[in-house]
């Protein structure tokens, strides 16, 4: 992924299942996820796990 995502990143998810397409800030990067929350979205204010492989775009580094 990325080397220059890094905390306070915001980045565009895919939409997964019945979730939409939504905006996540990055506070940690590790080797196979990121972690943060959602900042919009039905899960906005929501702690999060996902997969580099669901990151659909950087917004801000």
Do not use: N
């Not at 397409?21 to 959602?38: A, K, L, M, P, Q």
């Not at 906005?44 to 917004?59: M, N, Q, R």
């Amino acid at each position: 992924m990325d080397e220059q995502l890094k905390d306070g990143s915001v980045v565009l998810l895919h939409p997964l299942d019945d979730i939409p397409e939504h905006h996540f800030e990055v506070w940690e990067v590790y080797d196979d996820c990121i972690t943060g929350y959602s900042l919009d979205g039905p899960l906005e204010g929501v702690y999060g796990e996902p997969e580099f492989a669901l990151i659909k775009s950087v917004i801000r580094y």
